[in-house]
């Protein structure tokens, strides 16, 4: 996953102020720094990481996405990548990363949408290495898998906080079910609900509890988001075969509540979402929120053949200008 955003970019005003040259034209600044070994190929390596051009545009943040990122360090795979960068830090270090765009772009990676500037610059803390060393495969992975389960529970501990804090700063008055699914119904509809095997005809829109759009079925809303726009996708609402475990279980439960005509927020605790594993930028124990609307009911045609299996959200990042 770190890979993926070798193609974005990030940094923040170093307070000792001095950048030094490394190989391919990287610059670094290390201005906290414990003295810890220097990371290693073959290490774990948890952090935070902010992505920026030098526009001053953040593409990326783990601050925002509510967890560290992890990734096992490599040898550099070019002159001046972000493993050279890596390998100049430790455990407890704070630094800024400078890495010249053109450099970046001319080895394959695809230019982010929007995108200007001359410097893909990253801030980063080290949160955690984990020495692979002359420790034997079983026993490093070991190391790792706890550490990884230890951050996890951390994070389900926080879970109903963070959906307590949401429902309070969205002003909401929910309604919560037997499976800690919360709702508010915003545009009561008209006629009965529907029923398990049913077709609901649905807009939405999917955001994390820090507000960012992930992803949604609403062109306007996917420009108003500054979402990064597929030409290919046809933005129009998605029909959902509900009651049937095609889609996460927390719109299985509450697309039932809803009849024709109605709009609702599903707040939907990781549990009832993806769970302890994420998707995309959607981590570990992650509550989330959708804003639904239902366009219509069909019932099923038992001579009609099965429907394809619906697109589910995508967890597009949003991009800011």
């Given at each position: 996953?770190?890979l993926a955003l070798a193609s974005l970019g990030l940094?923040?005003?170093?307070?000792?102020?001095?950048?030094?040259?490394?190989?391919?034209?990287?610059?670094?600044?290390?201005?906290?720094?414990?003295?810890?070994?220097?990371?290693?190929?073959?290490?774990?390596?948890?952090?935070?990481?902010?992505?920026?051009?030098?526009?001053?545009?953040v593409l990326f943040s783990s601050y925002e996405a509510?967890?560290?990122?992890?990734?096992?360090?490599?040898?550099?795979?070019?002159?001046?990548?972000?493993?050279?960068?890596?390998?100049?830090?430790?455990?407890?270090?704070?630094?800024?990363?400078?890495?010249?765009?053109?450099?970046?772009?001319?080895?394959?990676?695809?230019?982010?949408?929007?995108?200007?500037?001359?410097?893909?610059?990253?801030?980063?803390?080290?949160?955690?290495?984990?020495?692979?060393?002359?420790?034997?495969?079983?026993?490093?992975?070991?190391?790792?898998?706890?550490?990884?389960?230890?951050?996890?529970?951390?994070?389900?501990?926080?879970?109903?906080?963070?959906?307590?804090?949401?429902?309070?700063?969205?002003?909401?008055?929910?309604?919560?079910?037997?499976?800690?699914?919360?709702?508010?119904?915003?545009?009561?509809?008209?006629?009965?609900?529907?029923?398990?095997?049913?077709?609901?005809?649905?807009?939405?829109?999917?955001?994390?509890?820090?507000?960012k759009v992930f992803d949604t079925s609403v062109k306007?809303?996917?420009?108003?988001?500054?979402?990064?726009?597929?030409?290919?996708?046809?933005?129009?609402?998605?029909?959902?075969?509900?009651?049937?475990?095609?889609?996460?279980?927390?719109?299985?439960?509450?697309?039932?509540?809803?009849?024709?005509?109605?709009?609702?927020?599903?707040?939907?605790?990781?549990?009832?979402?993806?769970?302890?594993?994420?998707?995309?930028?959607?981590?570990?124990?992650?509550?989330?929120?959708?804003?639904?609307?239902?366009?219509?009911?069909?019932?099923?045609?038992?001579?009609?053949?099965?429907?394809?299996?619906?697109?589910?959200?995508?967890?597009?990042?949003?991009?800011?200008?």
């Amino acid at each position: 996953m770190f890979l993926a955003l070798a193609s974005l970019g990030l940094g923040l005003a170093s307070c000792n102020g001095g950048f030094k040259k490394a190989d391919g034209g990287l610059l670094y600044d290390i201005y906290t720094t414990k003295g810890n070994p220097t990371i290693q190929p073959g290490d774990f390596v948890s952090l935070n990481l902010i992505v920026k051009t030098d526009g001053d545009s953040v593409l990326f943040s783990s601050y925002e996405a509510g967890r560290q990122m992890q990734m096992a360090a490599q040898k550099p795979q070019t002159k001046g990548d972000i493993f050279t960068g890596l390998a100049k830090l430790a455990e407890g270090d704070s630094a800024a990363i400078k890495i010249p765009a053109d450099s970046m772009f001319k080895k394959g990676q695809q230019k982010p949408p929007g995108f200007k500037g001359n410097w893909i610059i990253y801030t980063l803390k080290i949160e955690k290495v984990i020495a692979k060393g002359n420790l034997t495969d079983q026993v490093f992975q070991g190391r790792v898998a706890d550490f990884i389960k230890s951050q996890g529970l951390v994070l389900k501990q926080q879970e109903p906080a963070k959906i307590k804090a949401y429902i309070a700063h969205q002003k909401l008055t929910v309604t919560q079910t037997a499976d800690t699914l919360y709702y508010q119904i915003t545009q009561q509809g008209t006629g009965p609900k529907p029923v398990v095997g049913d077709t609901v005809v649905v807009n939405y829109t999917g955001r994390l509890l820090n507000g960012k759009v992930f992803d949604t079925s609403v062109k306007d809303t996917a420009t108003k988001e500054k979402m990064q726009v597929d030409p290919m996708r046809q933005y129009k609402p998605i029909h959902i075969p509900v009651g049937e475990k095609r889609v996460i279980a927390g719109w299985d439960e509450g697309l039932l509540l809803l009849n024709k005509g109605s709009k609702a927020t599903l707040v939907v605790p990781s549990s009832l979402a993806y769970g302890e594993r994420g998707v995309s930028i959607i981590g570990p124990f992650t509550p989330i929120a959708f804003d639904v609307e239902i366009i219509d009911i069909i019932k099923p045609n038992p001579n009609a053949p099965k429907p394809q299996m619906p697109m589910m959200p995508q967890a597009q990042a949003p991009v800011k200008k």
